[in-house]
Each structure stands twice: as structure tokens, then as C-alpha cells.
T-cell receptor, first 113, second 108 residues
Framework: EPEVTQTPSHQVTQMGQEVILRCVPI?????FYWYRQILGQKVEFLVS????????KSEIFDDQFSVERPDGSNFTLKIRSTKLEDSAMYFC???????????FGQGTRLTVV | KNEVEQSPQNLTAQEGEFITINCSYS?????LHWLQQHPGGGIVSLFM???GKKKHGRLIATINIQEKHSSLHITASHPRDSAVYIC??????????FGAGTILRVKS
């Protein structure tokens, strides 16, 4: 069964450092998403990406964040100047269409110290 | 604002019991997803619904668009069903709006 692969599974970083979270979506999928889940809270939407551009973003997704699909297979989330409150599980997801099943990666647990 | 409410928050059942988890939402949607999250954190899609009912093995999901309500049923529950079950809706636009999840524990 096709799957979404996220790396690393766990990252610890110093406050103020930049991190890049990586995702390899399912190969023929066109819609890509990042979500995050702070410990004990709901999963919340960060950004959606289609046709090589951001299609929607939440108020959380400010200038500290950026996304990129650099080579047609990877989909990355960059967090500049990390803060303690960025500590969360970050999920990549993808879909073949707008209203199709969503496939999630296993998540990257980011810990900012 | 789209609110997604799940009940119950926590559910403990004996193996073999029939389980129902409910989800209510406040705005019109194009689809509703039921997801399963295991202790390691990974999320697995169970169903995507826009109307009616779907069945997969021991899992059944229903949705009533007029009442803005969906239910997830598990028949003949088993300890391996223990997980967090999450309802997520797709209102206008691309994103999913998540409920808080229902923590299910099935005891043998």
C-alpha cells in the first residue's frame, strides 16, 4: 500500500535554530498539507499546497514558516528561528484530489529546547 | 466558525461490545473523515464520507448531512481497537478541521 514518509521521526533543536521537516508524499498525489498537534491538543491545519504554490494557510503559518516542493518528490516544511511553542508533532498529508481520502505520514516530533 | 465536537471524550469497553462514537459539526461541509491515531502518534484514515453509510470490516460510519452529525461504530470490539478516534470535517476550502478525538480503550 502506498505510504507517506516523513523524516526525521524525532528532532530536538535549540531555540532560535532553523529546522526542515521532510515528507515524501504518494507519487501521483497532487494536494499536500502540513498539520501540527501540540501535545494534548487537537490536530490543527498549517498549510495546503497545490500546483507548486500555497493554496491556503492558517493564521499560525506566519513568516516563520515556509513550504517547498524542491524536486517533484519531496515536500518540506521549514521553521525559521524556532520557539519553545513550536514543539509539536508535525504531520504531512496528501490527497489525489480535493475531496478524496487523506493519507498521513507517521509524523515528526519536534522538540525545541 | 466551524466547530467539530466529539463524544464521548473517553470510552472504556469490554471486548466484544458494540461501540459508538459521535461527531457533530456546525457548518456545511463537503466531506467528513474518520481517522485513527495510535499511541505512537501516526494517523490512519478510516473513512471519508459525504453522505449515507460506509462499512469496512467491523467498522461502520454514517453521516446525516441535514443534522450535521456523524457516527463511527465498531462491532465486536477488540483490544487492538484501542486508539484515539478523530473526526475531521472539510468545509469550503482545502483544509481539514479536527475534533479533539475520543480515547477508546477496549479491555479483554
Amino acid at each position: 500500500e502506498p505510504e507517506v514518509t516523513q523524516t526525521p521521526s524525532h528532532q530536538v533543536t535549540q531555540m532560535g535554530q532553523e529546522v526542515i521537516l521532510r515528507c515524501v508524499p504518494i507519487s501521483n498525489h497532487l494536494y499536500f498539507y502540513w498539520y501540527r498537534q501540540i501535545l494534548g491538543q487537537k490536530v490543527e491545519f498549517l498549510v495546503s499546497f497545490y500546483n507548486n504554490e500555497i493554496s491556503e494557510k492558517s493564521e499560525i503559518f506566519d513568516d516563520q514558516f515556509s513550504v517547498e516542493r524542491p524536486d517533484g518528490s519531496n515536500f518540506t516544511l521549514k521553521i525559521r528561528s524556532t520557539k519553545l511553542e513550536d514543539s509539536a508533532m508535525y504531520f504531512c498529508a496528501c490527497g489525489a484530489g480535493v475531496n478524496t481520502e487523506a493519507f498521513f505520514g507517521q509524523g515528526t516530533r519536534l522538540t525545541v529546547v | 466558525k466551524n466547530e467539530v465536537e466529539q463524544s464521548p471524550q473517553n470510552l472504556t469497553a469490554q471486548e466484544g461490545e458494540f461501540i459508538t462514537i459521535n461527531c457533530s459539526y456546525s457548518v456545511g461541509i463537503s466531506a467528513l473523515h474518520w481517522l485513527q491515531q495510535h499511541p505512537g502518534g501516526g494517523i490512519v484514515s478510516l473513512f471519508m464520507l459525504s453522505s449515507g453509510k460506509k462499512k469496512h470490516g467491523r467498522l461502520i460510519a454514517t453521516i446525516n448531512i441535514q443534522e450535521k452529525h456523524s457516527s463511527l461504530h465498531i462491532t465486536a470490539s477488540h483490544p487492538r481497537d484501542s486508539a484515539v478516534y478523530i473526526c475531521a470535517t472539510k468545509p469550503l476550502g482545502n483544509k481539514l478541521v479536527f475534533g479533539a478525538g475520543t480515547i477508546l480503550r477496549v479491555k479483554s
